[in-house]
């Protein structure tokens, strides 16, 4: 049974930062682009960023870049996501997936975590 469990939300002063971490129990973790997701009260999911199965390739949003870095420790079994310069805009719920392919496609990929609540106070 696969499992991805995040964590490290939390409320957050604007211009802070927080890391997310999110823990696969998939055997063949290093076999998947890892992804995250958010999702606001009201609004659709939105990708945030991924990284392939080697880390070599990562790929986030524009609403993002420059403030949001995408990570994983294979054998940790781990992605991380280290979000600075955290704004308002930012507060979600922040889930991770695991999937085969490097895309912002929320349908191509396989696995989710249940998500982290990020709030960003102004």
């Known amino acids: 049974q696969v499992q991805l469990v995040e964590s490290g939300g939390g409320l957050v002063q604007a211009g802070g930062s927080l890391k997310l971490s999110c823990e696969a129990s998939i055997r063949t973790f290093n076999r998947y682009t890892m992804g995250w997701f958010r999702q606001a009260p009201g609004k659709e999911r939105e990708f945030v960023a991924a990284i392939t199965w080697s880390g070599g390739t990562t790929y986030g949003a524009d609403s993002v870049k420059g403030r949001f870095t995408i990570s994983r420790d294979n054998p940790r079994n781990t992605v991380y996501l280290q979000m600075n310069s955290l704004k308002p805009e930012d507060t979600a719920v922040y889930s991770c997936?695991?999937?085969?392919?490097?895309?912002?496609?929320?349908?191509?990929?396989?696995?989710w975590g249940q998500g982290t609540q990020v709030t960003v106070s102004s």
């Open positions: 997936a695991a999937g085969p392919y490097l895309t912002a496609y929320a349908s191509t990929y396989d696995y």
